[in-house]
């Protein structure tokens, strides 16, 4: 953890700073090695003051923030099935008042457990999130809702709510709910994921391509990439379930082996990429890129149910994304 926080300051470590002690809810530096103080000596003073910040940094019990997310779908009723009222927003996104009702909710209990996060949420005006998440060093909870709001107002039963915490791009914490089947996905970074407290570990044995359940996202493909999929399919068989932040929790636990999104924003992939990251999964963009939430922007995603199978379906898509090649 030491080296996580001298990235953030931009410090070079030697291989000697290999000690470092963590509490269960916290970092504790009572066992750095001597030379440590050399190291923060050369960091700049608003660095230090950065990673001085991180090492009183407490971290929220994951029991506590699942309470939070299960009180809040109760609330709001996410399991009750009826046509909705639901509002277009100007990117062309389903909104509801459920999700209004969820964001506030969970907003109001994290603010008064850690005020010291700040809270990032999908309904809050686009020019305030991005200011939040483009701060040095931001430490702040990501939120969606509801994701899968479309399936919610026409009563489909795939929907979820999502939440994770950011600290300077890297997600420590991530819990999804699906209301419908009642499962709670959670992880820590560092400890595993989870499924209504049953760990979680995606197969490690390598699955042929022809084999596999992809779930791909054809909407926000470019065309010639889609048509590619749809006249040659590399997999055995695909679905879009309609709720990135579900789908990522399948992947996670095996239902689906293969993920291709062409665009996710950072609340749609911040809980569900440290799960299936914990839970033994791999990902990347369609560039090759990693996936970490430094930038607001839209990112792809392509991912696997371990690193073998990710990589050789990355390599199927760029040979066939004729973009990659230019």
Known sequence: MFGFLCLLAGVELSTKLAATCRTHNGFSFGCIVNDTWNVLGRVEPACLRLLTDHMSLQLPEVDAVRAIVLAAARDAG?????????????DGTVVTQTDHRVQAFIARELQANWPQFTFMGEEMEHRQQARIVGGDGACFWALDPLDGTTNFSMSLPFYGISLGLVVDG?????VVYDPVRGELFSAASGQGAFLNGEKLTTPDTVIPIRRCIANVDYKRLVSQLADRLVRYPPFGAQRNLGSCVLEWCWLAAGRIQLYLHGGQRMWDYAAGSLILAEAGGAFTTIRGLPLDCRTFTKRSV???????LQQQWLAWIVENDERLHE
């Open 78 to 90: 996410l399991n009750q099935f009826r046509l909705r009222d639901r509002s277009v927003k100007e």
């Open 302 to 308: 392509v991912a696997a149910i371990n690193t073998e």
């Open 170 to 174: 890297m997600v420590q914490l991530g």
